[in-house]
């Protein structure tokens, strides 16, 4: 009798000893505390074990319980800690730490790409926000967008990449070059392309590098959606009549391709004889002119039905939207006070 007792009284003794255990290593494991390295990236190296890797956050006061951290990840967690560049929140718990450390991450940047930018500003703020070494000029980075291979599958005809560089923000690691920079932003694009897109394509009896080139065109003639599917009906009344698109967009991305872009379009600018000059060409310019976003991709798609062929800005509302005529003698009046508010504005 005595035995079992004494049996019994270890195994409650045991029991409350395990569970105070238990309790004390969940509690550390799950407490947040505060540290004052929050603003900071913290390198792991490669080759590091996790008892170095936990003195170090020990020493930088993001783990302030080490026992227990060392103890939960030798009994409880076992997955291995990635080398990596991390931010740790403030408050931050160990188990959180962790968690992070497993996940092997890298130090990013954002990299925006605007809509209606063309291979020349992309290639410029590449060069700017991911220096890599050896050094990558600009022109090395025009040279990788001319990679046609990337979209012999969706686009066979075009010459280089302009327009299949989708404009959106993406998060890079630092350090990664501009060619996988490039490559990627071809792969948002053909992630973004809808099968039904080319059903719509057929039937308005375009090739997808056409109507990317109405995009880019879209893109840079309004800024407003709602709006846009008026001036894809413009762009495709004009192409339908053989007359002129004259879309001043394209003077512009003449400048950038020959050089001389000083961000004002000169009378050179406009009488070149040049294959993207929409002002003596009648149909489309060879390719895009910039890369357009879903929107105006949609709006090539899908105009509306219209008989509108010209637009002017409307200097009354002020907010970039156009007034859209289907006669000269409007579009004359409508460009008359154009001119008039572009006096006063001078």
Request: hydrophobic share 40%; proline share 5%.
């Amino acid at each position: 009798m005595k035995i079992a007792r004494w049996l019994a009284a270890f195994s409650l003794v045991a029991a409350l000893i395990l569970g105070g255990a238990v309790f004390w290593l969940d509690n550390a494991m799950n407490t947040q505390v505060t540290h004052n390295h929050h603003a900071e990236y913290i390198t792991i190296s490669k080759g590091k074990g996790a008892s170095q890797i936990l003195n170090t956050l020990t020493e930088q006061g993001i783990i302030q319980a080490p026992m227990a951290t060392k103890l939960y990840l030798r009994y409880y967690d076992q997955g291995t800690l990635q080398a990596g560049d991390y931010q740790f929140p403030s408050p931050i718990s160990p188990k959180e730490v962790i968690a992070r450390l497993k996940d092997g991450r890298k130090r990013t940047k954002a990299l925006v790409i605007p809509e209606g930018w063309t291979r020349f500003e992309i290639a410029k703020r590449l060069v700017a926000q991911f220096p890599v070494s050896p050094p990558v000029t600009e022109q090395e980075v025009l040279t990788m967008m001319e990679d046609v291979s990337l979209i012999k599958d969706i686009a066979p005809e075009a010459k280089n990449l302009e327009g299949y560089l989708y404009p959106t923000t993406y998060e890079i690691e630092l350090g990664t070059h501009p060619k996988s920079i490039v490559r990627r932003m071809v792969e948002q694009f053909k992630s973004i392309w809808k099968p039904e897109w080319d059903e719509l394509a057929q039937r308005l009896g375009r090739s997808r590098q056409e109507v990317i080139t109405i995009a880019s065109l879209i893109e840079n003639e309004s800024k407003i959606d709602t709006e846009r599917a008026l001036v894809s009906s413009v762009i495709y009344n004009r192409l339908r009549q053989r007359i002129p698109l004259g879309i001043d967009a394209t003077n512009v991305y003449i400048a950038k391709l020959l050089g001389r872009w000083d961000g004002i379009i000169h009378k050179s600018d406009v009488e070149v004889d040049h294959p993207y000059n929409t002002r003596k060409i009648t149909g489309l310019p060879p390719g895009p002119i910039s890369s357009a976003s879903r929107s105006a991709i949609e709006a090539a798609l899908e105009p509306a039905k219209t008989d509108f062929l010209y637009y002017v800005l409307n200097v009354d509302k002020g907010d970039g939207s156009h007034h859209f005529y289907a006669t000269a003698a409007g579009f004359a009046e409508g460009k008359r006070a154009y001119q008039r508010w572009l006096s006063q504005q001078r």
